[in-house]
């Protein structure tokens, strides 16, 4: 059974930083592309960052510079360092595990708010 769990969302006020967590298990973690996505009320789903099975990276131009994804292999787990937070980073944010296209699996998602 395959299961993504997120934590470490929050509260925060503008300028603030959190790290999510995605612990994963059930999958050969290391082979698997994962990302971050996000969904704010209203809006459609956006991816936020992606790691490739390599560490390549990718990253929403509007968190360019100021969040990071990372992976640890061994622990299974991936993270999003999120610094210099803004309102509009408001969203429930979702861990995604894809491998080839073909198989796709999703976490329960953990709320992100930015607000004073």
């Known amino acids: 059974q395959v299961q993504l769990v997120e934590s470490g969302g929050g509260l925060v006020q503008p300028g603030g930083s959190l790290r999510l967590s995605c612990a994963a298990s059930?999958?050969?973690?290391?082979?698997?592309?994962m990302a971050w996505y996000r969904q704010a009320p209203g809006k459609e789903r956006e991816l936020v960052a992606g790691i490739s099975s390599g560490s390549y990276t990718n990253y929403l131009d509007s968190v360019k510079g100021r969040f990071t994804i990372s992976r640890d292999n061994a622990k299974n787990t991936v993270y999003l360092q999120m610094n210099s937070l803004k309102p509009e980073d408001t969203a429930v944010y979702y861990c995604?595990?894809?491998?080839?296209?073909?198989?796709?699996?999703w976490g329960q998602g953990t709320q992100v708010t930015v607000s004073s």
């Open positions: 059930g999958i050969t973690f290391g082979a698997y592309r």
């Open positions: 995604n595990a894809e491998y080839l296209s073909s198989l796709n699996f």
